[in-house]
Antibody, heavy 120, light 107 residues
């Protein structure tokens, strides 16, 4: 059974940093690209970042490029998102999502999300 | 960036009725469009991928159609568990983008 479990969210002041983690199980992690998708309270879905299975290729939304860094440790079956220079508008539930078929960049499994709140 | 526009924003229907949801892209995405369902407090669930393919475990009452810029998600006969939010997503170009969503609510 595929499982994705996010952690690392919390309350942080504007300008602060957090690192989110997503522990994956139930599939061959290195075979699949992974993404982070966020959802601000009461709002729609926003794709944040994606990384290829090997970790050699990454992509970012313009809204986070230069502030967020996606990475993965395939030996630990774990996906990460480093969030720096956080702003109030980064407040959201952050979901990790598994690629449907390797590197299709649509998502067949999602975690339950971790809440990031940026506030003073 | 490819903008996806979903309509209507809200669809008020009764169980057993047919639901037709639209997603329009600002430029062609070929058939690289997916649909997701999201219920309150839950993560999204993949319903349709590549415009017309049902994801694993999705009932046959869900169908998708379209290509290029115009796409439709149809629920042939609404079940109580189908009342939810629905989002489309394109994977044709970076950045990946989602539509704003359509809420299917009970009339």
């Amino acid at each position: 059974e595929v499982q994705l479990v996010e952690s690392g969210g919390g309350l942080v002041q504007p300008g602060g940093s957090l690192r989110l983690s997503c522990a994956a199980s139930g599939f061959t992690f290195i075979t699949y690209a992974m993404s982070w998708v966020r959802q601000a309270p009461g709002k729609g879905l926003e794709w944040v970042s994606a990384i290829s299975g090997s970790g050699s290729s990454t992509n970012y939304a313009d809204s986070v490029r230069g502030r967020f860094t996606i990475s993965r440790d395939n030996s630990k079956n774990t996906l990460y998102l480093q969030l720096n220079s956080l702003r109030a508008e980064d407040t959201a539930i952050y979901y990790c999502a598994k690629d449907r078929g390797g590197s299709n960049y649509d998502f067949d499994y999602w975690g339950q999300g971790t809440l990031v709140t940026v506030s003073s | 960036e490819i903008v996806l526009t979903q309509s209507p924003a809200t669809l008020s229907l009764s169980p057993g009725e047919r639901a037709t949801l639209s997603c329009r892209a600002s430029q062609s995405v070929s058939s690289y469009l997916a649909w997701y369902q999201q219920k309150p407090g839950q993560a999204p669930r993949l319903i349709i991928y590549d415009a017309s393919n049902r994801a694993t475990g999705i009932p046959a009452r869900f169908s998708g159609s379209g290509s290029g810029t115009d796409f439709t998600l149809t629920i042939s006969s609404l079940e109580p568990e189908d009342f939810a939010l629905y989002y489309c997503q394109q994977r044709s170009n970076w950045p990946l983008t989602f539509g704003g969503g359509t809420k299917v609510e009970i009339k």
